[in-house]
């Protein structure tokens, strides 16, 4: 898919401008805190309707109370208008000037975003992969991030009931949905993992060529075959805490670089790579869910110094139907080029286009 | 420029309001301004009536302004089934169907232990005395009366009509739960997988 027009307005420090873009490589280039990001930020919440802040404020221009981005994606099966409204604490989203739910707009768009931080996904706490698990399941899966909504609801309810009564009757009530639920997501997440790690395995054997060996695999806390069983036998354990230990909110996604688990034995380097490997498969997971490629923004190419990994990013652009590619220099290869500076977006004639005019 | 206080006042009392933000708060207390003092003492008259003569039906808990509300009143309603509602709107919506013409209850709100509503926040208590009062002959009347839980299908509708239902089991009352479906006259591919999955399940011989 191509993102045809991105549109902003009290977009953080963007400037209310309409950007056309094309398929092929788009470079944007621009000094630190020019906005380069904040380009591929807004097209990834307009895409995918996430925004990764905790307040949604933080994103609107200060001064201003209510922002917003607004797209036009081409499809093989023709072009749709997707809006997003933001104001304090919410967002608002449309599909061809229809309300739809935020989550709703990966029914619509995909893209993915590669960022130089992604590498804090295998260093990270198992919350981070967590999040990264659910975002991608959820994307493949509307049902998935329906039961995932309703099930931390469930946990949220049912610590509270934990915390206030020791009647094991009032639990009950909250136990059948918490494992029916927790069970869908067990489910839904085996079976994305194990694509998912077929996938991330052949690209970090591209990227290493066939360096030490990367395995994922999910660490689950609940036995999905008798999940009601395991939580009974929990009782004690959850009352002394206070909260539900076991299910798909504790589990993690480990992993193993060469037997060894990359949280704590891979190298800054070796988790960069990891983390490109895991982004390379969620670009082809999405490419296979939606039958045509996501839109692929790459966030400061230049800040990535390897270069097998700086290759291979520059050649995963130059596959994509469409390449968003920031940098404090021009992507090699970029068909068009955009220059930022003090939020402000300018065409500027990419260097191929002045070689092939000479 | 600061408003008047007594303007400020109003904005903040009808902000208040569920579903009433500062802004709307704010349009209708211009809207207030603008009409006549008639206009305004009708709505101000009408709000503390309302508050005066309404009640709540100490059988099912619905609101009323008599001393049992319509449907319980009427005996030509199937004693037999009572249907139970989390707030008074449901009722009007099941009345809205015309299918239904038993009685209800209303539980005035549905469990959440994170807002701090537990069984004894929901007006439960009633319907087991209910169901405990008419059972005169102890053989086969109990058996015949059905409760139809018609809670919401949220996460805490959903534990609610598992609490009333198993508040209702050792009473020998046939509890059933209204059925997950599709919308009618809606399009099957515009229905959510959820939805579609549950009206699957939950699918009857044809008819």
Not at chain 1, 58 to 78: M, N, P, S, Y
Not at chain 2, 134 to 157: C, H, K
């Amino acid at each position: 898919m191509i993102l045809r027009s991105l549109q902003t307005l009290h977009y953080r420090n963007l400037e209310p401008t309409r950007l056309a873009f094309q398929g092929g490589v788009t470079a944007i280039v621009g000094g630190n805190g020019q906005g380069k990001t904040n380009v591929l930020e807004a097209a990834f919440l307009v895409l995918t309707g996430v925004l990764d802040v905790t307040r949604v404020e933080t994103v609107i221009r200060l001064g201003e109370k209510e922002g917003f981005v607004g797209a036009e994606l081409e499809r093989d099966d023709g072009i749709t208008k997707l809006e997003v409204g933001l104001a304090p604490g919410r967002k608002a989203a449309k599909v061809d000037g229809a309300r739809v739910k935020t989550a709703d707009l990966a029914r619509h768009a995909s893209a993915v975003l590669i960022r130089p931080e992604d590498s804090e996904l295998v260093h990270g706490s198992p919350g981070d992969r967590r999040a990264f698990l659910d975002a991608l399941v959820s994307r493949m899966s509307p049902r998935y991030a329906l039961a995932l909504q309703s099930y931390e609801r469930v946990v949220t309810q049912r610590n509270a009931v934990l915390k206030q009564t020791h009647e094991d009757w009032m639990l009950e009530i909250w136990d059948a949905k918490l494992s029916e639920l927790g069970a869908e997501i067990m489910r839904l997440r085996r079976r994305a993992v194990t694509r998912l790690k077929t996938l991330s395995n052949d690209a970090h054997a591209t990227l290493t060529g066939n360096g030490k060996p990367l395995e994922i695999a999910l660490v689950e806390t609940a036995r999905l075959d008798d999940y009601g069983a395991h939580i009974l036998e929990k009782r004690r354990e959850e009352r002394a805490r206070g909260s539900t230990v076991l299910g798909p909110h504790r589990d993690d996604l480990e992993i193993k670089l060469a037997g060894l688990p990359a949280a704590d034995y891979a190298s800054r380097g070796e988790a960069r790579t990891i983390a490109l490997a895991l982004r390379k498969a969620e670009y082809d997971l999405l490419s296979q869910k939606f039958g045509e490629p996501p839109v692929l923004l790459i966030d400061d190419f230049t800040a990535e110094l390897d270069s097998s990994r700086r290759e291979f990013l520059l050649e995963m652009a130059s596959l994509a139907p469409q390449a968003i590619v920031t940098g404090t220099e021009a992507a090699p290869g970029a068909a068009r080029l955009y220059s930022i500076h003090a939020g402000a977006l300018e065409s500027k004639q990419s260097a191929l286009f002045v070689a092939g005019a000479a | 420029m600061k408003y008047p206080n007594a303007l400020i006042q109003l904005i903040r009392e009808l902000s208040r309001l569920p579903g009433v933000g500062p802004k709307s708060a704010q349009r209708l207390a211009f809207y207030l301004f603008a009409q006549t003092k008639e206009e305004v003492e009708a709505i101000a008259q009408a709000m503390l009536e309302a508050k005066q003569t309404l009640k709540l039906c100490p059988v099912c808990y619905n609101i009323t302004d008599t001393d049992l509300c319509a449907v319980c009143m009427d005996a030509t309603r199937d004693q037999e089934v009572i249907c139970v509602v989390e707030e008074p709107g449901d009722v009007i919506a099941i009345e809205r169907s015309g299918e239904f013409n038993g009685l209800y209850h209303v539980l005035h709100g549905a469990l959440s232990p994170m807002n701090g509503i537990g069984p004894e926040q929901i007006k439960l208590g009633g319907l087991l005395k209910r169901i405990n009062a008419r059972d005169t002959s102890p053989t086969d009347t109990a058996a015949q009366l059905e409760v139809i839980l018609a809670t919401s299908t949220t996460v805490e509708g959903e534990a609610t009509s598992m609490y009333v239902q198993r508040q209702l089991e050792p009473l020998g009352v046939n509890v059933t739960r209204i059925a997950y479906g599709l919308p009618v006259g809606g399009a099957l591919e515009y229905a959510d997988e959820v939805t579609l999955g549950r009206a699957i399940a939950g699918r009857q011989k044809a008819r």
